[in-house]
């Protein structure tokens, strides 16, 4: 199995940026395609981001598309999320997920390991 740690979080104001990290273990890193979802208390899990295994390809929700980039260092089994122009509306539990197939891909039956999640808080 895949085990993924994210890491990143934290507290920020309004308009402020944070980076996320999501770091991978095994060989396996450049066969996944890699995304991240965020949940709010008492709110579903959503979808935020993915990128293709090697890069080339991202796609975002459209809640975030302009604000976020994702990017993944290969040689160092690592996916990042740059979270920039933060609002309150940000504020939820990050999770890091992997998925082996290209299916499915912006909503979580999609993904096969998941991280534990960073928090990040936006204050207003």
């Known amino acids: 199995q895949v085990q993924l740690v994210e890491s990143g979080g934290g507290l920020v104001q309004a308009g402020g940026s944070l980076r996320l990290s999501c770091a991978a273990s095994?060989?396996?890193?450049?066969?996944?395609?890699m995304g991240w979802f965020r949940q709010a208390p008492g709110k579903e899990r959503e979808f935020v981001s993915y990128?293709?295994?090697?890069?080339?390809?991202?796609y975002y929700a459209d809640s975030v598309k302009g604000r976020f980039n994702i990017s993944r260092d290969n040689a160092k089994n690592t996916v990042y999320l740059q979270m920039n122009s933060l609002k309150s509306e940000d504020t939820a539990l990050y999770y890091c997920?992997?998925?082996?197939?290209?299916?499915?891909?912006?909503?979580?039956?999609?993904?096969?390991?998941w991280g534990q999640g960073t928090q990040v808080t936006v204050s207003s």
């Open positions: 095994g060989r396996t890193f450049s066969s996944y395609i």
């Open positions: 990128i293709s295994r090697s890069g080339g390809i991202t």
């Open positions: 997920a992997a998925a082996i197939g290209g299916r499915g891909l912006t909503g979580t039956h999609g993904y096969d390991y």
